[in-house]
C-alpha cells in the first residue's frame, strides 16, 4: 500500500486532510500525520514514505529543511507542497530542488489529491530506477572483482534477526530494506544459493530451540516472539522442521541433562 505523510503545524489542516484521504482513498494510501518537520522526520526515518504532503512555512525547520533530510534518507520520496499566497520565495527555492508539485492551500481536496496520485507515480518510477541502478552497480562491482561493502544477504540476514516476530514476507522485507521485491529475491539466490523463505523457517527453528532450552518461557510465548498466532501453528512448524513437537524437544532435552547429570555424580564417586 503506498504511504503517505501530511505535515502542519496546524493540527486542524493536517487532520482534515488525513480524514479525506482515509475516507476517499482507503484502499490506496496507509495516511500518517505531523504537526511539525521533527515529527515529520521522525515518521520518515521508522516508516518507508513514499510521498510528503506538507505545509512549506513551518515554525522552526520549514518544509524545504524537511525535505532535504527525508531525500537524504528516502530518495525516490515525492514532495508535494501547500503554500498561502505569500510563500512565493519559498516556492522558488523549493522548484530548484525539483520537487513534485506545489498547491495553494484553499485548492479543492480533489486537485491535492490528484497532485499527489501523480507524486506517487514519479515515486515509483524513481524507486525503479534506484533498483535497476543498483543492480547495475551490484553486477559491475563484480566483474571488477569489488566485493560490496555489506552483501545484501547479510542485510537480509540482520533485518530477519531482528524481526523474528514480525511480518517476513518478501515484500515487506524489500521494502524496509529499499528493494524491488523480485529484485531482493533474485540477488539472494545468487549470492546464497538457497531460498529465503528456506533460511527464515530455520533462522525461527534455531530461536524456538535456543528460547526452549535457554528460558522457562511457555510454548505460546515463544510462538508469539517468533510470529506465531497460535500455540498450535507454531507447535506445528516446529514439529515439521524439528521431528518433535516444542513440548517434547523440552522434555527430551530434560531427560538429556538430567543423565548427564547423573554421570558426573556417578564419575565423581
Same mark, same amino acid.
Given at each position: 500500500?503506498?504511504?503517505?505523510l501530511?505535515?502542519?503545524?496546524?493540527?486542524?489542516?493536517?487532520?482534515?486532510? !488525513?480524514?479525506?484521504?482515509?475516507?476517499?482513498?482507503h484502499?490506496?494510501?496507509? !495516511?500518517f500525520?505531523?504537526?511539525?518537520?521533527?515529527?515529520?522526520?521522525?515518521?520518515?526515518g521508522?516508516?518507508?514514505?513514499?510521498?510528503?504532503?506538507?505545509?512549506i512555512?513551518?515554525?522552526?525547520?520549514?518544509?524545504?529543511?524537511?525535505?532535504?533530510?527525508?531525500?537524504?534518507?528516502?530518495?525516490?520520496?515525492?514532495?508535494?507542497?501547500?503554500?498561502?499566497?505569500?510563500?512565493?520565495?519559498?516556492?522558488?527555492?523549493?522548484?530548484?530542488?525539483?520537487?513534485?508539485?506545489y498547491?495553494?492551500?484553499?485548492?479543492?481536496?480533489?486537485?491535492?489529491?490528484?497532485? !499527489?496520485?501523480k507524486?506517487?507515480?514519479?515515486a515509483?518510477?524513481?524507486?525503479?530506477?534506484?533498483?535497476?541502478?543498483?543492480g547495475?552497480? !551490484?553486477?559491475?562491482?563484480s566483474?571488477?572483482?569489488?566485493?560490496?561493502k555489506?552483501?545484501?544477504?547479510?542485510?537480509?540476514?540482520?533485518?530477519i534477526?531482528?524481526?523474528?516476530?514480525?511480518?517476513?514476507? /518478501?515484500?515487506?522485507?524489500?521494502?524496509?530494506?529499499?528493494?524491488?521485491?523480485?529484485?531482493?529475491?533474485?540477488?539472494?539466490?545468487?549470492?546464497?544459493?538457497?531460498?529465503?523463505?528456506?533460511?527464515?523457517?530455520?533462522?525461527?527453528?534455531?530461536?524456538?530451540?535456543?528460547?526452549?532450552?535457554?528460558?522457562?518461557?511457555?510454548?505460546?510465548?515463544?510462538?508469539? /516472539? /517468533?510470529?506465531?498466532?497460535?500455540?498450535?501453528?507454531?507447535?506445528?512448524?516446529?514439529?515439521k522442521?524439528?521431528?518433535?513437537s516444542p513440548?517434547?524437544?523440552?522434555?527430551? /532435552?530434560?531427560c538429556?541433562?538430567?543423565?548427564?547429570?547423573?554421570?558426573?555424580?556417578?564419575?565423581?564417586?
Open positions: 500500500m503506498n504511504r503517505l501530511i505535515v502542519d503545524d496546524e493540527s486542524i489542516i493536517a487532520d482534515g486532510l !488525513v480524514q479525506l484521504f482515509r475516507s476517499k482513498h484502499e490506496k494510501w496507509e !495516511v500525520a505531523a504537526y511539525s518537520a521533527d515529527e515529520a522526520a521522525a515518521i520518515a521508522a516508516t518507508k514514505i513514499d510521498v510528503v504532503l506538507s505545509d512555512r513551518m515554525p522552526g525547520k520549514d518544509g524545504l529543511h524537511l525535505l532535504d533530510e527525508i531525500a537524504a534518507r528516502l530518495p525516490f520520496c515525492q514532495f508535494v507542497f501547500l503554500t498561502g499566497y505569500s510563500d512565493f520565495q519559498y516556492i522558488y527555492t523549493a522548484v530548484q530542488k525539483n520537487i513534485a508539485g498547491l495553494l492551500k484553499s485548492e479543492s481536496f480533489e486537485t491535492i489529491a490528484e497532485a !499527489v496520485e507524486a506517487m507515480r514519479n515509483k518510477e524513481v524507486y525503479k530506477s534506484l533498483n535497476v541502478a543498483e547495475l552497480l !551490484v553486477r559491475s562491482s566483474i571488477a572483482g569489488d566485493e560490496p555489506q552483501p545484501l544477504a547479510e542485510k537480509i540476514h540482520s533485518y534477526s531482528e524481526n523474528l516476530a514480525g511480518d517476513l514476507s /518478501l515484500g515487506r522485507i524489500a521494502e524496509a530494506l529499499y528493494f524491488n521485491p523480485s529484485y531482493l529475491s533474485r540477488m539472494y539466490k545468487q549470492e546464497t544459493g538457497s531460498n529465503l523463505s528456506q533460511y527464515i523457517q530455520n533462522a525461527k527453528t534455531t530461536e524456538a530451540m535456543r528460547l526452549l532450552s535457554d528460558t522457562q518461557l511457555k510454548i505460546q510465548e515463544i510462538g508469539l /516472539l /517468533l510470529g506465531f498466532e497460535t500455540p498450535s501453528y507454531f507447535t506445528a512448524f516446529f514439529k522442521m524439528s521431528g518433535a513440548q517434547e524437544f523440552r522434555e527430551k /532435552l530434560a538429556r541433562r538430567m543423565n548427564g547429570a547423573r554421570g558426573q555424580q556417578n564419575i565423581r564417586k
